[in-house]
């Protein structure tokens, strides 16, 4: 089984945290997965900004980069909509099968290596937040909760109106930025709510909204990548009673 | 005839020169006739249940009950007049006295039928899944226009009159006839959207289920 | 369509106003979050949803598809019914046609039933213009009337009023139109029912024309089906002598049983009701029952523009049940009234700009009105996908050039720079190498600015990943 890290570009730049929790979950599962260098990005912020050409670019970029692997496994539910959704309609050759082989995280573990409980242990207060595009257009369910659940030490709360978008929407943030501010208001709020000590995700764009709206609220609150929670286990979690540090970038250099 | 029709037909034939002249696509009906059991005590149990959920007041009862239990609402309603298509049958008003009866004709008004409190009609039939009632200005329902101006409907349902759904009621309907569908009184959700009964149809719709 | 809209802001602009009204965000929250959870029951009781909603996508695909040859044989029935078949390229000549119908009946008022098409054309201004006078029957069209306000949702054009709001315009404005609203008018939903019930019923007795528009069009049998839940429709429809009904071209469905199918869609997906109230169905005139004089508009006004795209016909599917705009977060926040149109939310982000074009600043801004969360794609009992001919509408957007070429250079170079590793590489560890020099906010105009007005910008890791990889696991595993 040749399985490849489909990192993402905003993991690789910005929360590289990410892509290390997904390899060392991976690796502790038993999985050999390795990380072609040439990808970049899939193409999604193009080819939802309305420039299909640049996409298209980026898109067989992405399928070379990507040939001869069994199994593409992405810690990002946009990502994977993307190459999946999108790709078979953007009608240019020389995308092969990618899109049947790519998988999100939690696809991975369930549906592919068949496991919930991943051996992690995160002894925190834990809510989750569904992306719209791993809950709609993938169709995840309950799969992340599932494997939160299983998690040692995780005391999981419900997030209200956890199926509304959090605004964060690409570009919609720069371009409505006063809608986008809203909803990502209205979404920390429900988080606040919860009671939690971390709000949980599987796309690292939609953390960066909230969890930067946290940050200038001074909210009690972190954000964290599903990935860096399953990744953790008992050693860790016992060296940092706090949320771990390291899985939030924003608290890195705070 | 006019420019603007050729006009429009153009452009929909240039809009669609990618469409084949030759495609007939199938189109799946793969949804359900009925969503519930058509046995007639069961029909009958769902279709009350539905118009009383709409706020609609169900009356069980026989055909010979049906004269006293007229009577009995247009004396609970307080009605003194009572509007009724030409032919209603003349047994339902039997038991009714000191009520002026106004039967509907060309000649009858929306200002007449305004001053009406009550109006007693029949139905073409009625669809249980959905609580509707559908008149078609057939036997025993008179002109659209009566049971709509006044502020109180009576309206009498046989039980062999009741269907289970959609896809059974419209093969039985005729479109050629001007059809009213009724699902409860009237109701609006514009405010707040929040259903509350009554605006400019009859406000209150009491149903005789004839078993 | 309508010159009402004329000079709109862009959708940021009227948003960015807008979200800032606490009492229109307390509005609309309360009123979408009502129905959202009654509609989800309401669907939830068919277990065949799925089904239908595949049926109604294909019957209105077909129709489409062959939307001639079904027009010309709905004009024959309606003809052979008694009724009188117009068709209207654009808007000025719908309202032209009706102004001259309503004129040769010697009447100087009619009585409307909600209808989006007539909103569409600026139809009461236009019959204004020649001395006639148009009153809206439906209660929310009513206070928006009073009010001298605009729509602002699909289904409840008063969604952005409370019963406060709706009570003081009651008593201030009606008697301005006709029946005063009673003394001790309160706010209790009731109440206000009952006073508009009172103004109107005089209108209703007295009106010898109507003007309705249609929510679907039989073409075997030329029959017209109306929607409605408060029976005003059932009074402009049945007690005038005269009916003009002003009906998109996009509004026919080729055979009678097909309403079983959208007459199971559309009271779920609208009011979250098995069946609304009241569903009216005329075939041309009938002797002695109804208006005597039948005229049906056949309207086009942009609609064979939209039936051009490949992509965006699909919006023409719509059967104006507003489901999209009430699980919408977008409207929800925003509000109808900064999509500058009669068609407010995601059905109006992809039909505005198509029925307008894109030339205007509002109607530009349209199609990035949107996170593409796909919430109204689910919704859409008729499985319009929204998000695609958002992103579809984007492409034509940012192809025409005004005001995107800052954004198309940027992409252009991000594109560039992704698709040449190396140089990413470099760019992306020079990023990283100056972390500590990044602001959490920004004080400059932009892309950043928008961002970091509410939200801090992310910290630069100390590496990136491509890099911790290369170090700690790259030698001898990466093949390529």
């Not at chain 1, 078979?88 to 082989?101: I, K």
């Not at chain 2, 509707?132 to 659209?144: E, F």
């Not at chain 2, 009237?186 to 707040?192: H, K, L, N, W, Y």
């Not at chain 3, 939830?44 to 939307?67: V, Y």
């Amino acid at each position: 089984m040749r399985v490849a890290l489909f990192v993402t570009c905003v993991n690789d730049a910005l929360y590289p945290d990410t892509g290390r929790a997904v390899v060392t979950l991976l690796e502790r599962l038993g999985v050999e997965v390795d990380f072609p260098a040439a990808q970049t990005c899939c193409g999604q912020p193009q080819f939802n900004t309305g420039y299909r050409a640049q996409a298209e670019r980026l898109a067989r970029r992405t399928a070379d980069a990507f040939a001869g692997y069994d199994y593409v496994v992405t810690p990002s539910g946009s990502c994977a909509a993307m190459v999946r959704d999108q790709y078979p309609g953007l009608g240019c050759a020389g995308l092969g099968d990618l899109p049947d082989r790519v998988y999100e995280l939690t696809e991975f573990l369930v549906d592919v290596l068949g496991v919930t409980d991943v051996g992690a242990c995160y002894p925190h207060t834990v809510t989750y937040h569904p992306s719209c595009h791993g809950l709609r257009m993938l169709g995840l369910g309950d799969r992340p909760l599932r494997l939160l659940r299983a998690v040692r030490g995780l005391e999981l709360v419900e997030l209200p109106g956890a199926q509304e978008c959090c605004g964060f929407g690409g570009t919609f943030a720069v371009k409505n930025p006063a809608v986008s501010a809203a909803m990502g208001a209205d979404k920390v709020r429900n988080a606040l709510s919860s009671g939690a000590e971390v709000l949980c995700g599987a796309d690292n764009s939609c953390l960066m909204h909230l969890g930067g709206t946290l940050r200038r609220q001074d909210a009690p609150l972190r954000t964290v990548h599903l990935a860096e929670i399953l990744a953790s286990t008992e050693p860790e979690a016992a060296a940092h009673p706090q949320p771990d540090a390291h899985a939030d970038p924003n608290g890195a250099a705070a | 005839m006019s420019s603007s029709r050729e006009r429009v037909l153009a452009r929909i034939r240039a809009a669609l020169a990618d469409v084949p002249a030759t495609e007939d696509r199938p189109v799946h009906r793969d949804y359900l006739p009925t969503h519930i059991p058509e046995d007639r005590p069961g029909l009958l149990a769902v279709l009350a249940e539905n118009l009383a959920d709409y706020r609609a007041v169900v009356h069980r009862g026989t055909e010979a009950d049906l004269p006293e239990l007229i009577a009995r609402l247009l004396g609970e309603r307080g009605s003194t007049s009572v509007a009724v298509p030409a032919d209603l049958p003349a047994a339902w008003l039997g038991a009714v006295t000191g009520v002026r009866v106004v039967t509907d004709s060309p000649a009858v008004t929306p200002g007449d039928l305004d001053a009406v409190g009550t109006v007693i009609t029949g139905c073409a039939l009625a669809v249980a899944e959905t609580g509707t009632i559908v008149l078609d200005a057939g036997p025993a329902q008179g002109r659209r226009l009566l049971t709509l101006v006044p502020d109180h409907h009576v309206c009498v349902v046989r039980g062999d009159q009741v269907v289970a759904s959609l896809p059974r009621a419209l093969p039985l309907l005729d479109p050629t006839r001007p059809q009213t569908w009724i699902s409860g009184p009237s109701a609006t959700s514009d405010i707040e959207l929040d259903r509350v009964e009554g605006v400019h149809g009859p406000r209150c719709l009491e149903v005789v289920l004839i078993e | 369509m309508s010159g009402t809209y004329l000079g709109m802001p862009a959708f940021p602009e009227a948003a960015a106003v807008s979200t800032q009204n606490a009492q229109l965000r307390a509005n609309l929250s309360h009123a979408t979050r009502t129905i959202r959870d009654k509609r989800a029951a309401a669907v939830a009781e068919l277990t065949d949803w799925p089904e239908l909603r595949q049926s109604g996508r294909e019957i209105k695909d077909h129709t489409l598809r062959h939307l001639d040859r079904y027009l010309l044989q709905l004009e024959e029935a309606v003809t052979a019914a008694g009724g009188t078949v117009h068709w209207a390229a654009d808007a000025e000549e719908a309202n032209r046609i009706v102004a001259d119908l309503v004129k040769a009946t010697g009447e100087r008022e009619v009585v409307k039933v909600k209808s989006m098409a007539t909103q569409e054309i600026g139809l009461n201004e236009a019959l204004a213009a020649e001395g006639i006078t148009a009153y809206e029957t439906d209660l929310a069209e009513l206070i928006v009337q009073l009010a001298d306000d605009r729509p602002s949702h699909i289904l409840v054009p008063a969604i952005h009023r409370n019963r406060t709001e709706i009570r003081d315009i009651f008593a201030d404005r009606m008697a301005t139109w006709g029946r005063p609203a009673p003394e001790d008018l309160t706010d209790s939903p009731a109440h206000l029912a009952e006073a508009a019930r009172l103004h109107l019923r005089e209108k209703f007795l007295r009106a010898k024309v109507a003007v309705s528009g249609a929510n679907f069009m039989i073409a075997d049998t030329g029959t017209l089906v109306v929607v409605e839940s408060e029976g005003n429709g059932r009074m402009c429809l049945t007690l005038p002598e005269t009916l003009i009904s002003v009906v998109g071209i996009e509004k026919v469905l080729p055979t009678w049983n097909d309403l079983e199918v959208f007459l199971q869609l559309l009271p779920r997906s609208s009011t979250a009701e098995r069946m609304n109230p009241y569903t009216s169905l005329w075939t041309g005139t009938t002797a002695g029952d109804g208006p005597r004089h039948f005229h049906l508009v056949l309207l086009d006004n942009g609609r064979t523009d939209t039936l051009a795209d490949e992509v965006g016909r699909q919006a023409l599917r719509c059967i104006r049940c507003s489901a999209c705009l009430n699980v919408c977060p977008v409207y929800e926040r925003a509000g109808g009234h900064a999509y500058g149109s009669v068609y407010p939310g995601p059905i109006g982000a992809i039909l505005t700009p198509q029925l307008r074009g894109t030339a205007s600043e509002v109607d530009a801004s349209l199609p990035y009105a949107s996170t593409l969360c796909g919430a109204c794609y689910d919704a859409c009992p008729v499985a319009i996908d929204i998000p695609e001919v958002l992103v579809h509408l984007r492409e034509r957007v940012a192809e025409q050039g005004t005001g995107h070429r800052a954004e198309r250079a940027a992409l252009r170079a991000a594109t560039w720079l992704l698709d040449h590793p190396a140089a990413y590489t470099a760019a992306t560890r020079a990023a990283v190498g100056t972390r500590r020099l990044h602001p959490r906010r920004l004080p400059l105009p932009g892309p950043a600015k928008a961002w970091s007005d509410t939200r801090d910008l992310p910290a630069m890791p100390e590496q990136t990943f491509r890099d911790w990889w290369k170090k700690n696991r790259g030698e001898g595993k990466t093949a390529r």
